[in-house]
């Protein structure tokens, strides 16, 4: 594995007539050859690009552009490193 980046994701979870978010820590994982991501696995020839948008003091968003189209995840520290490792790679 050459890099790791957290993700989060959260549920919507109703007990008792209340609405609950749990949130789950997950990770984006980047090897020679392909991104394991918390649902998928990409071959790296089918990523096109990665971003990253910051949206509140707390969270922001890496986007990985796919030939499956464009795949979103819940970050809360800004994912330069990893994004750099990616590009690093073509």
């Keep these: 594995m050459i890099c790791s980046q957290s993700v989060f994701v959260k549920t919507r979870v109703i007990e008792n007539n209340q609405q609950h978010y749990i949130e789950h820590q997950e990770t984006l994982d980047l090897y020679e050859d392909e991104i394991v ?6 071959v790296l020839k089918d990523v096109h690009d990665v971003s990253y948008k910051g949206l509140t003091g707390t969270y922001g968003f890496l986007y990985l552009h796919t030939i499956k189209g464009v795949r979103t995840y819940m970050v809360k520290e800004h994912p330069a490193e990893w994004m750099e490792s990616f590009r690093a790679l073509f």
């Excluded at 991501?37 to 990409?42: C, D, G, L, N, V």
């Design 37 to 42: 991501t918390p649902t998928e696995k990409f």
